[in-house]
């Protein structure tokens, strides 16, 4: 008898999938000498290792990813909590995609910075771009789908006064959903661009 596989748990499958292997090569083909580990807020790399070190990272990523992903699935079929997840199914499967693509950008990130061919002493300032690029976009849209989610037991401002009234429960997502949207266009805006980089140094 086959499962009853949707196409989020399909998807789902493929990015735990993707990243899996993307671990594994890294652990066995990754690059030989230091590859960044850490970021400052500024987007400076303060910390260098191995490719083992970062496909450790990467693994701890992945089982991460594979837990949520088999808790979300499981919440969806089981008896006890499939009513909770069929009362908002937008916003529960707004959530299972978050679940996917946000880890999934941080593994982006983590390769980017990996195979980028950056060396200590060299211009950080691409890495910081991409960085800075990236966590913005993640907040345009979650701030995109946070206002339009209805109350649920997994995604969303969640708070005693906004799960007790629907009208408390709009308006709280919708002003985080705004404020998700505009941090993330500010931060858009404001990453390092290669002409005030140039702009600067002449």
């Not at 913005?136 to 997994?154: D, E, R, W």
Request: glycine share 10%; proline share 4%.
């Amino acid at each position: 008898m086959r499962p009853n596989l949707e196409r989020i748990d399909l998807a789902s499958i493929g990015v735990v999938a993707a990243m899996a292997a993307a671990t594994a090569y890294t652990a066995l083909y990754g690059p030989e000498g230091a590859v960044p580990l850490h970021m400052d807020l500024s987007g400076t790399i303060d910390r260098w290792g191995t490719r083992a070190e970062v496909a450790w990272v990467m693994a701890l990523v992945t089982v991460l990813t594979a837990g949520i992903a088999f808790y979300c699935a499981h919440v969806k079929r089981d008896r006890r909590t499939a009513e909770h997840a069929a009362r908002s199914p937008r916003g529960f499967m707004a959530g299972r995609i978050l679940a996917l693509v946000a880890p999934a950008c941080a593994m982006l990130l983590i390769a980017t910075l990996t195979y980028g061919g950056l060396e200590p002493g060299e211009s950080q300032a691409p890495m910081s771009r991409l960085m800075m690029g990236g966590i913005s976009l993640l907040f345009l849209v979650i701030g995109a789908f946070l206002g339009k989610t209805a109350p649920n037991a997994f995604v969303g401002l969640r708070t005693y006064w906004s799960l007790t009234s629907r009208l408390a429960w709009d308006k709280s997502n919708r002003l985080a959903g705004r404020l998700f949207f505009g941090i993330g266009l500010i931060g858009l805006l404001a990453r390092p661009s290669r002409r005030r980089r140039s702009a600067c140094r002449s």
